[in-house]
């Protein structure tokens, strides 16, 4: 079957704690995202990478970091700097210009 | 700065009535409109709109765009409970590379109660 998988479900960070959310594609897309939603908010873009070794930060990238070393993989960390980082996060991937694919998610809370 | 807002934000209506959920955007660049179905977790695809006045229509949902007006609207016909989810739009724009870039509206929160 392919598709995206996140990785954890459940997420709880203490204060002052780097955490990395994994987000694993078998569709062969070249291009992946990654999405913080909050309660009664939509989607807002966190970074985005086009293709192996290349990424950009999106909209809200500040305290948060990534990396694309496989085309499959794209795991986000979640950095000390990031004040507010309870959230609903999504991982995404599309091919060229067609809909984007969503992972289940990954509910990341601070204690 | 792109920008998509949906309207009403939430709506509650009786199995069987019909919807009208509404988007407009200000997007440079623009490249396609898409609609998502959000319930629990992932958004799961409904439509992608490239082109003004062609409808696109599965089952009892069906949207249009208006790329003149900057606007499309979703509807839902016969609704059911099944319906009950958050509905996102989200508007794509061409990107300096191979992959389109989207940005999303707050999403109109339905409820179809019996």
């Known amino acids: 079957d392919g598709g995206i998988t996140q990785s954890p479900k459940y997420l709880f960070r203490k204060e002052g704690q780097n955490v990395t959310l994994s987000c694993e594609q078998n569709?062969?897309?070249?291009?992946m995202y990654w999405y913080r939603q909050d309660p009664g908010q939509g989607l807002r873009l966190i970074y985005y990478?086009?293709?192996?070794?290349?990424?950009q930060k999106g909209d809200i990238a500040e305290g948060y970091s990534v990396s694309r070393e496989k085309k499959e993989s794209f795991p986000l960390t979640v950095t000390s700097a990031q004040k507010n980082p309870t959230a609903f996060y999504l991982c995404?991937?599309?091919?060229?210009?067609?809909?984007?694919?969503f992972g289940p998610g990954t509910r990341l809370t601070v204690l | 700065e792109d920008k998509v807002v949906q309207s009403p934000l939430s709506l509650v209506v009786h199995e069987g009535d019909t919807v009208t959920l509404n988007c407009s955007y200000e997007v440079t660049n623009f490249r396609s409109l898409l609609w998502y179905k959000q319930e629990k977790k992932a958004p799961t695809f409904l439509f992608m709109l490239t082109s003004s006045g062609i409808e696109k229509k599965s089952g009892r949902l069906s949207s249009i765009l208006d790329k003149k007006e900057l606007f499309s609207i979703l509807n839902i016909t016969a609704t059911q409970t099944g319906d009950s989810a958050i509905y996102l739009c989200?508007?794509?724009?061409?990107?300096?590379?191979?992959?389109?870039?989207?940005?999303f509206g707050t999403g109109t929160r339905l409820q179809v109660t019996l």
């Open positions: 569709l062969n897309h070249d291009a």
């Open positions: 989200a508007v794509g724009s061409l990107n300096t590379g191979t992959a389109s870039k989207l940005t």
């Open positions: 990478s086009q293709i192996v070794n290349d990424f």
């Open positions: 995404a991937s599309t091919a060229g210009y067609n809909e984007q694919f």
